[in-house]
């Protein structure tokens, strides 16, 4: 079975333009996490799908980054426009409908490795 | 959730058991403890988690103390494979799901 994927793993762009990020979680997998580790900092929770709705969006930082989850089973991470402090790595993870006591393992992707020029 | 405090980093000898240790000292009743790690240009992985007993799988074993206010992650056999940054992490199980919040982590280096 595949594995969560992000696309693309690097890119590069000047400040003020647009970067779309996407996620493809593991099939069948209902939650969907953002997250982003800037430079020398720690990884930082974004923001978290349940399906199609966003169910908590605490950790998006402004309202340049946009996510969508259409569907429920991509999502898209837009930054727009881009600036200096957004370059790091972005991950994505998904998990399961978590079960009474159960498990919440969140299986990440590789990231997407953003630079801002 | 709870706070976590971990040493910064520590070496470990290779085909030695690394024993990694976790302060959560303000853990509540319903908060578990989960272990994960980032091996270098990958995300991270879940490695093993637990309310109040230890528990063990093929990756590791997870020993909390009596009181939840401490945990140690063992490697059993540490491989150089295993150089990482481990991260202790408490949470809730929400029902539906909620975030990681990650810390420092220990950078971990097996050597040979």
């Known amino acids: 079975e595949a594995g969560v994927t992000q696309f693309p793993s690097h890119s590069v762009i000047e400040k003020g333009q647009t970067v779309t990020l996407r996620c493809d979680p593991i099939?069948?997998?209902?939650?969907l996490y953002w997250y982003r580790r800037v430079m020398g900092k720690e990884i930082k929770f974004l923001l978290h799908?349940?399906?199609?709705?966003?169910?908590?969006e605490s950790g998006m930082p402004n309202n340049r980054f946009l996510a969508e989850r259409t569907g429920g089973t991509y999502s898209t991470l837009k930054v727009q426009p881009a600036e200096l402090e957004d370059s790091g790595v972005y991950f994505c993870?998904?998990?399961?409908?978590?079960?009474?006591?159960?498990?919440?393992?969140?299986?990440f992707g590789p990231g997407t490795r953003l630079t801002v020029l | 959730d709870a706070k976590t405090t971990q040493p910064t980093s520590m070496d470990c000898a290779e085909g030695r058991a690394a024993n990694l240790p976790c302060n959560h000292s303000?853990?509540?009743?319903?908060?578990?403890v989960y272990w994960y790690r980032q091996i270098h240009s990958q995300g991270p992985q879940y490695i093993i988690h637990?309310?109040?007993n230890n528990e063990t799988n093929e990756m590791a074993s997870l020993i909390i103390t009596e009181d939840r206010k401490s945990s140690t992650l063992i490697l059993p056999h540490a491989t150089l494979r295993d150089t990482a940054v481990y991260y202790c992490?408490?949470?809730?199980?929400?029902?539906?799901?909620?975030?990681?919040?990650f810390g420092g982590g220990t950078r971990v280096l097996v050597k040979p």
């Open positions: 637990g309310l109040k």
């Open positions: 099939s069948g997998h209902d939650n």
């Open positions: 799908f349940v399906k199609e709705s966003k169910q908590d």
């Open positions: 993870a998904s998990s399961q409908e978590p079960r009474q006591g159960g498990n919440r393992e969140q299986f």
């Open positions: 992490i408490v949470r809730v199980h929400k029902a539906a799901g909620n975030k990681l919040t």
């Open positions: 303000t853990i509540s009743g319903n908060e578990y």
